[in-house]
């Protein structure tokens, strides 16, 4: 071993343990060997304390943005390339490394109070890879994701994507890409996984719960944060103990016009989520409607007692749909 080049060797290396190819970031201030070789500019404050995981199109970006709104909350620096959004544990970013993803966060700055740090990417919450990833870098943080209703998630995705101008979504009805079978064009059924499988709630769950301790996690309900935001964003101030509180009531208001609650300006003006979020468009067909019903029963089933199990609410459109079905 000790005459072969770096390259070599590493070949050698993993040829004997194949496991650990991938690799795996950890926090380097949790081992003194680490922290020791660890450059003296750098340090383990730039990472978040928590994460709104997603599920896409259940309201991340309001939840996100009323957030980021507390003087106590400081978001991650937005990325030019995925958007908005780091998309580290989930893809392939993760192999840009932790420096990587520690220059999107803010470092401490001297005589200021440390604001505490998150970061949202809808994209984690149904990725394989991204619980046990986050949980070795991040064992302590808290993470937050929002349910709304499978079928209406599903439905908004892929308005979403024909509004991307996805080529197969606008070839296709959503019920063609929802009930697509073996026989179906691979790219249809790809469509149909990507807009189903993000609905499988009590799978991601569960999988994130391997790692986290059910205490770490808040399920915020996707309507109520639509409906009443202000209670929603009392709940979420509470379980993280955020000082000093932040009164929404008077800097969340409904804007008539939108539909929706937006920023308040001033006394005049409300700045509300662009016009990606909160899209009006044609209401979903009732054969869609009940093709997921059926689609979705055993899983929002297994769901509500998962739920109750972790002592989260139910959230109204869950307890909706469990009468419905029975
Ligand atoms: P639609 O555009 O289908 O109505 P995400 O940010 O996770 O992609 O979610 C987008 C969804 O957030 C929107 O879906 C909308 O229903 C919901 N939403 C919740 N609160 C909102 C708000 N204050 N403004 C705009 N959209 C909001």
């Known amino acids: 071993f000790q005459w072969l080049p770096p390259l070599q060797l590493a070949q050698v290396y993993f040829d004997m343990y194949p496991e650990e190819e991938d690799p795996v970031w950890g926090n380097p201030c949790n081992d003194k060997r680490h922290k020791e070789i660890w450059s003296e500019s750098k340090n383990c404050e730039r990472l978040p304390q928590f994460l709104v995981i997603g599920p896409q199109k259940t309201g991340t970006t ?29 893809g392939r970013n993760y192999y840009r490394g932790l420096d990587w993803y520690m220059n999107f966060f803010p470092g401490p700055v001297e005589g200021s109070p440390s604001p505490v740090l998150f970061e949202k990417s809808a994209n984690y919450f149904d990725s394989e890879p991204a619980p046990y990833r986050a949980h070795v870098l991040l064992p302590h943080a808290n993470l937050i994701c929002i349910l709304a209703h499978p079928a209406k998630r599903a439905y908004s995705w892929y308005q979403h994507m024909r509004f991307h101008t996805d080529k197969v979504a606008l070839s296709y009805s959503f019920y063609d890409v ?29 999988r994130w719960l391997t790692y986290y301790k059910p205490k770490q996690l808040l399920i915020l309900d996707g309507d109520r944060l639509k409906s009443d935001p202000i209670a929603v964003m009392d709940k979420v101030q509470m379980f993280l103990r955020l000082e000093p509180y932040f009164d929404y009531s ?5 804007n ?52 109750s199990r972790l002592g989260q609410a139910v959230p109204g459109w869950l307890q909706d749909e469990l009468r419905t079905v029975e």
């Not at 409300?270 to 067909?285: D, H």
């Open 62 to 90: 309001a939840l996100y943005t009323f957030l980021a709104m507390h003087p106590a909350v400081t978001s991650n620096f937005n990325s030019p390339t995925t958007f908005e959004e780091v998309q580290f544990f989930n």
């Open 178 to 206: 929802i009930s697509a079978n073996e026989d179906a064009p691979k790219v249809l059924r790809e469509l149909r996984h990507r807009c189903l499988n993000p609905g499988l709630y009590v799978q991601h769950l569960e």
């Open 250 to 254: 008077i800097r969340l208001k409904y």
């Open 256 to 307: 008539p016009k939108k539909g929706f609650y937006c920023q308040v300006l001033n006394e005049h003006h409300t700045k509300c989520l662009g016009r990606s979020k909160g899209r009006v468009y044609p209401p979903m067909n009732p054969k869609a409607e009940q093709y997921l019903q059926a689609y979705y029963k055993r899983y929002n089933i297994a769901l509500s007692k998962l739920l």
